[in-house]
């Protein structure tokens, strides 16, 4: 009864910016670890960042000082904050959340990075 709801993706030419918004909700009592992950065509599904609880993040080095990771606990949402983005970027975007201490992933958002 636990759904992750992804928004933000989109197309948007080199040196552009996005947010994606991860959204939990059903039957929630526990909210613990989100992240973003992303899978290009032909390539494993990869990290890109983490947050902790308390807001400590981790950042692929791929992403670092262009992407950062946010979440507000009141709405259970994750945010990922894309500046400065490249071709290479180009990719399906995924949230991942602990809720109730299991694993949860969104659906999915297409992110397509081109001029």
């Known amino acids: 009864q636990v759904q992750l709801v992804e928004s933000g993706g989109g197309l948007v030419q080199p040196g552009g910016s996005l947010r994606l918004s991860c959204a939990a909700s059903?039957?929630?009592?526990?909210?613990?670890?989100m992240g973003w992950y992303r899978q290009a065509q032909g390539h494993e599904r990869e990290l890109v960042a983490r947050?902790?609880?308390?807001?400590?993040?981790a950042t692929a080095n791929s992403v670092k000082g262009r992407f950062t990771i946010s979440r507000d606990n009141a709405k259970k949402t994750v945010y990922l904050q894309m500046n400065s983005l490249k071709p290479e970027d180009t990719a399906v975007y995924y949230c991942?959340?602990?809720?109730?201490?299991?694993?949860?992933w969104g659906q999915g958002t297409q992110v397509t990075v081109s001029s």
């Open positions: 059903g039957r929630i009592f526990s909210v613990n670890g």
């Open positions: 991942n959340v602990q809720v109730n201490g299991l694993d949860y």
């Open positions: 947050i902790t609880n308390f807001g400590g993040t």
